[in-house]
C-alpha cells in the first residue's frame, strides 16, 4: 500500500520494519478540557490508517501517550517553552488539582473514542507515569553534548544536530525569523529554536504543582519529550508509522525526532502522517480559540456520533474539512440511508462481490483513500445487477474499515409522532391507493420539511424521524 510520508514529501510504498507487522504512534490528548472535534477528526483519522492496515492483514501494534504535563499554553504559537502549563490552566478553571482534571478528561476522552468506533491503542501511556524514562533520555542528550541549561531549565540545543527541522522542511533561517517574531521572550534560549526538556521549579513555574526529582533539581519535562520516551519504550526505535494533526509538523514532532535522532543515532519513526485539520465556517477550531464544538455538542442536537464519523470519511485526510451543520445534516442523512439498506436487505450470503471488493481495497490502499472506498460502497449498494446477500458480504468487510456499525444498526427511532403528521401521511396513503404519485410526493415533501422521512417498504409506508 502507499501513504503519503511528510518527512520524505513523497508517496511511498510501506515497507514494514518486521513482515506482516506494523508499529503506530499516534499523540495522544492534552487532557485538560473536553476534546474538541476538530481532535477527534485526527483520532478518526488515525483510526482508519490502523482499520486499512489490519484490513492488509498486518498485525499492528498501536501505541499512544496521554498528555497531563508540559504542554504549554505558547504551543499554538509555535513556541512550546512560553506560557502557562495547560494542565495547570484547567485545574485553575475548575478549582481541582491538575490530575484530578487530566483523570476526568482523560475518561471523557475514551468515552468519546468507543462512541465513534475508534478502536483503543493497545499500548497507552500517560506522560507522568514516564517520568524516569524522559529523564533517561535527557540524561543521554546530556552526556553527548545536546543540552545546554540556566536557572529556569535545560535547553535542546539545535545547532549541534545537523538536519534539524527536517520534517517540517525549514530552513534553520527561516525558523528563526519566524520564531523570533513569536516568541515570548522570558527564557535565555542560545537559537530561538531551541526547546526545553526539563523545567526547574524557579521563574514563573515556581508554583507549578506537578513536580519530580532529578539529577538537575526537582522540576517537570518539557512537552515533546514525553513522546520521544513512550513511543521507544512501547515500540522500540525505529518504529514504522508516526501519526499527528498538521500543527505537530513544526515544532512536536520535529523537536520529538531531534531529540531521539540525537539520542540514539536511528531515525524515530519511518513514516510520518499528519492529518488535516477541521475547520469551522472556514476557520480555525481549536480549543483556545474558544470555538471548538464537543462530540456533546453534536449528540445534544440529536445527531449519532457515528454521523460525525461519516462526515470525517468523506474528505481525504490530506485535505482540510469545514464543519458546518448542513453537512452533518447531509452525513445523518446518508448514513441512516445506509442503514435502512441492511436493515431491509436481509442475511448476508457467505461470499461477496470480487470486483467491488478489488476497488474498494484499491481505493484504501491508494494513499488511503476513504473517501473513495465511502462511494465504491455506495456503488455497489445501488447495483441492481448483484443480490442483496452478496452485497451485504462486501459492505461488511468494507465496515470493517469505515467502523459505521453497518452489521448492526440502530433501532429506527419511534419518537411520537405528531396527529398532523400522521394526517397527512393518511392523506398520502389514499394518494397512493389512487395512484395520484403528483400528490403523493408533494405530501412526501411536507411531511419531510417538518423533520420526518417517509419510507415506502414492502409493509406499507413508515414515517420516522429523520
Ligand atoms: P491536543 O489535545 O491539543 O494535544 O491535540 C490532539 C490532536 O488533535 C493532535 O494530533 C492535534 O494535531 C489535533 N488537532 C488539533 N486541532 C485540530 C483541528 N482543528 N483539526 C484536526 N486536528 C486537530
Ligand atoms: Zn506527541
Known amino acids: 500500500m502507499k501513504l503519503y510520508n ?16 506494523i508499529g503506530l504512534y499516534t499523540c495522544g490528548p492534552t487532557v485538560y478540557d473536553f476534546a474538541h472535534i476538530g481532535n477527534l477528526r485526527t483520532y478518526i483519522f488515525g483510526d482508519l490508517l490502523r482499520r486499512v492496515l489490519e484490513y492488509n492483514g498486518y498485525q499492528v501494534t498501536h501505541a499512544m501517550n496521554i498528555t497531563d504535563v508540559g504542554h504549554l499554553d505558547g504551543d499554538n504559537k509555535g513556541d512550546a517553552d512560553t506560557g502557562e502549563d495547560r494542565m495547570d490552566k484547567g485545574a485553575k478553571r475548575e478549582g481541582k488539582h491538575p490530575l484530578e482534571i487530566a483523570r476526568m478528561y482523560e475518561e471523557q476522552f475514551f468515552k468519546d473514542l468507543d462512541a465513534l468506533n475508534i478502536e483503543n491503542a493497545q499500548h497507552i501511556l500517560r506522560a507522568t507515569d514516564s517520568i524516569a524514562e524522559q529523564i533517561e533520555i535527557i540524561k543521554i542528550l546530556e552526556q553527548k553534548g545536546f543540552t545546554y541549561k540556566d536557572d529556569a531549565a535545560i535547553y535542546f540545543d539545535t545547532s549541534k544536530l545537523a538536519d534539524y527541522g527536517k520534517l517540517a522542511g525549514q530552513k534553520l533561517e527561516d525558523k528563526k525569523v519566524g520564531a523570533r517574531e513569536e516568541v515570548v521572550v522570558d527564557i535565555q534560549k542560545k537559537n530561538p529554536q531551541d526547546f526545553v526538556l526539563w523545567f526547574f521549579i524557579a521563574g514563573r513555574y515556581k508554583d507549578h504543582i506537578l513536580k519530580w526529582p532529578s539529577p538537575w533539581g526537582e522540576g517537570f519535562p518539557g512537552w515533546h519529550i514525553e513522546c520521544s520516551a513512550i513511543s521507544r519504550k512501547l515500540l522500540g526505535q525505529p518504529f514504522d508509522i508516526h501519526t499527528g494533526g498538521v500543527d505537530h509538523i513544526g515544532t512536536h514532532h520535529t523537536n520529538e525526532i531531534a531529540q531521539s535522532e540525537a539520542a540514539f543515532g536511528t531515525p524515530l519513526a519511518n513514516t510520518w502522517m499528519h492529518g488535516e485539520f477541521l475547520l469551522i465556517d472556514s476557520g480555525r477550531m481549536g480549543k483556545s480559540e474558544g470555538n471548538g464544538y464537543i462530540l456533546k455538542t453534536i449528540i445534544d442536537k440529536s445527531y449519532r456520533p457515528l454521523d460525525y464519523r461519516y462526515f470525517c470519511l468523506t474528505a481525504h485526510w490530506r485535505t482540510q474539512l469545514n464543519f458546518t451543520w448542513e453537512a452533518l445534516d447531509s452525513a445523518h442523512t446518508a448514513l441512516t440511508r445506509l442503514y435502512d439498506f441492511v436493515r431491509q436487505a436481509g442475511t448476508a450470503g457467505s461470499v461477496g462481490n470480487t470486483n467491488y471488493e478489488a476497488k474498494f481495497l484499491e481505493s484504501v490502499n491508494e494513499n488511503l483513500n476513504i473517501p473513495k ?3 465504491i460502497a455506495w456503488e455497489l449498494v445501488g447495483d441492481k445487477t448483484i443480490s442483496n446477500p452478496e452485497k451485504l458480504a462486501s459492505l461488511y468487510k468494507f465496515d470493517s474499515v469505515l467502523g ?7 433501532a429506527i ?7 398532523s403528521i400522521k394526517k397527512l401521511a393518511q392523506e398520502r396513503d ?5 395512484k395520484d404519485f403528483a400528490k403523493s410526493d408533494e405530501l412526501r415533501a411536507q411531511i419531510e420539511a417538518t423533520g420526518f422521512l417517509v419510507l415506502d417498504t414492502p409493509e406499507g409506508q413508515k414515517i420516522q424521524n429523520k
Request: aromatic fraction near 0%.
Open 413 to 419: 427511532e419511534t419518537r411520537e409522532i405528531p396527529d
Open 430 to 434: 389514499e394518494a397512493r391507493k389512487n
Open 404 to 410: 459505521l456499525d453497518l452489521n448492526n444498526p440502530p
Open 6 to 21: 511528510t518527512l520524505t514529501r513523497t508517496l511511498e510504498e510501506l515497507k514494514p520494519i518486521k513482515r506482516g507487522e
Open 373 to 375: 472506498a465511502l462511494a
